[in-house]
């Protein structure tokens, strides 16, 4: 797809998102991705050489090898979501090997499922296609449902199946998350001492984030403050959420009440109301982009997935992430739509002249 088809598909949003030009943190400020980005953000770290091949490995694989972008499939809905929900769609994907098959084909840098899909079928494409396995879930069986991230696993199991990265989800906010990311910050050394690299769902969850009939989990300032802990524990690449509102502490402190610490500059010079600014302060917040920023592709709506799934990359490129980890908008699909779909949101970041804002 090219320029052409990118404006098309954003109908009426083409200029308000192609040519924005943001006025609060300049992207002279942060680190670009690049075809060099391994060697240029990584090497000064302290990073060991097998994890600097092992973040290579996915950033030279699929049809974004070595322009600093990635998509990535992610299906670990089957535990999040149960199994029959996410794959009544589309019942194939109960298969681990149609998963793999869907990543491949689509072109991704990585597939990102569970200890059970890609153990299933390690032996078979571990060398194919880099494995990212989630270590932790919301299993979301217990009665009532409770909002907690348990490890499934080990991390030397993931090595041993030829995984080149790790991911986790930790929910902070909540009751639990102080333990939560004691277990993934150990977690995610250890997996770098074996040589993989590190992905963070960085999600926020808590009741009292929904305040006056406004939901603040996607709010550009706690979002981006979860990040910042996200980089804290060394993660290397940062999935989010895109955010959709802002002045989630402003809310949460209303009324004298005193929850964190904000400065009223976050929102008047830090961000602005678009899209395009508010993406730019979660990357501001992973060390003003030296952890790569990938926002998530939401859930399946149908018909509008293909322009939603655009709309995301193009906000998602032009604030200065690094990509799009997107799973239901393509495996609760035939095969052929599901990589359609993938191949639109490689499409933004490999056209030139969606540039960054």
Same mark, same amino acid.
Request: glycine letters at 10%; proline letters at 4%.
């Given at each position: 797809?090219?320029?052409?088809?990118?404006?098309?598909?954003?109908?009426?949003?083409?200029?308000?998102?192609?040519?924005? *030009?943001?006025?609060?943190?300049?992207?002279?400020?942060?680190?670009?991705?690049?075809?060099?980005?391994?060697?240029?953000?990584?090497?000064? =770290?302290?990073?060991?050489?097998?994890?600097?091949?092992?973040?290579?490995?996915?950033?030279? $694989?699929?049809?974004?090898?070595?322009?600093?972008?990635?998509?990535?499939?992610?299906?670990?809905?089957?535990?999040?979501?149960?199994?029959? #929900? =996410?794959?009544?769609?589309?019942?194939?994907?109960?298969?681990?090997?149609?998963?793999?098959?869907?990543?491949?084909?689509?072109?991704?840098?990585?597939?990102?499922? $569970?200890?059970?899909?890609?153990?299933?079928? =390690?032996? %078979?494409? #571990?060398?194919?296609?880099?494995?990212?396995?989630?270590?932790?879930?919301?299993?979301?069986?217990?009665?009532?449902?409770?909002?907690?991230q348990i490890l499934f696993g080990t991390?030397?199991?993931?090595?041993?199946?030829?995984?080149?990265?790790?991911?986790?989800?930790?929910?902070?906010?909540?009751? &639990?998350?102080?333990?939560?990311?004691v277990e993934i910050a150990e977690a995610?050394?250890?997996?770098? &001492?074996?040589?993989? #690299?590190?992905?963070?769902?960085?999600?926020?969850?808590?009741?009292?984030?929904? %305040?006056?009939?406004?939901?603040?989990?996607?709010?550009?300032?706690? $979002?981006?403050? #979860?990040?910042?802990?996200?980089?804290?524990?060394?993660?290397?690449?940062?999935? *989010?959420?895109?955010?959709?509102?802002?002045?989630?502490? &402003?809310?949460?402190?209303?009324?004298?009440?005193?929850?964190?610490?904000?400065?009223?500059?976050?929102?008047? &010079?830090?961000?602005?109301?678009?899209?395009?600014?508010?993406?730019?302060? *979660?990357?501001?917040?992973?060390?003003?982009?030296?952890?790569?920023?990938?926002?998530?592709?939401?859930? =399946?709506?149908?018909?509008?997935?293909?322009?939603?799934?655009?709309? $995301?990359?193009?906000?998602?490129?032009?604030?200065?992430?690094?990509?799009?980890?997107?799973?239901?908008?393509?495996?609760? %699909?035939?095969?052929?739509?599901?990589?359609?779909?993938?191949?639109?949101?490689?499409?933004?970041?490999?056209?030139?002249?969606?540039?960054?804002?």
């Open positions: 797809m090219n320029y052409q088809g990118i404006q098309n598909l954003l109908g009426e949003k083409t200029a308000y998102l192609l040519d924005h *030009q943001s006025k609060t943190i300049d992207k002279s400020m942060l680190h670009l991705p690049g075809s060099d980005f391994t060697e240029r953000i990584w090497i000064p =770290s302290n990073r060991n050489n097998q994890v600097l091949r092992s973040i290579q490995q996915i950033m030279g $694989t699929g049809r974004l090898a070595n322009s600093g972008y990635v998509s990535i499939l992610p299906v670990d809905q089957g535990i999040e979501h149960s199994a029959g #929900a =996410s794959f009544a769609p589309n019942p194939i994907y109960f298969d681990p090997e149609r998963i793999v098959e869907l990543a491949i084909e689509g072109g991704c840098n990585a597939v990102a499922s $569970t200890y059970g899909v890609l153990g299933a079928v =390690s032996r %078979k494409y #571990a060398h194919r296609i880099p494995f990212v396995v989630k270590i932790n879930h919301n299993e979301l069986l217990t009665y009532p449902n409770k909002f907690d991390v030397e199991d993931c090595w041993n199946m030829g995984a080149v990265a790790v991911g986790a989800t930790i929910y902070f906010g909540s009751e &639990e998350s102080g333990r939560q990311i995610f050394e250890y997996a770098h &001492e074996l040589g993989m #690299a590190t992905i963070l769902w960085c999600y926020i969850r808590n009741s009292a984030f929904k %305040k006056d009939g406004k939901d603040y989990h996607t709010a550009a300032d706690l $979002t981006g403050q #979860a990040n910042h802990l996200g980089v804290t524990i060394q993660a290397d690449i940062i999935k *989010q959420k895109l955010p959709t509102v802002n002045g989630g502490y &402003e809310a949460l402190n209303m009324g004298g009440s005193s929850y964190g610490k904000l400065n009223p500059k976050m929102y008047t &010079e830090l961000s602005s109301d678009h899209p395009i600014d508010l993406c730019r302060y *979660q990357v501001a917040n992973c060390y003003m982009g030296r952890a790569g920023l990938i926002n998530s592709g939401g859930e =399946s709506k149908g018909a509008s997935d293909l322009a939603e799934a655009v709309q $995301t990359a193009v906000i998602n490129k032009r604030a200065g992430g690094i990509g799009l980890i997107s799973g239901r908008k393509a495996f609760q %699909k035939p095969m052929k739509d599901g990589v359609e779909i993938l191949n639109a949101i490689q499409d933004v970041y490999l056209c030139p002249e969606v540039t960054i804002a």
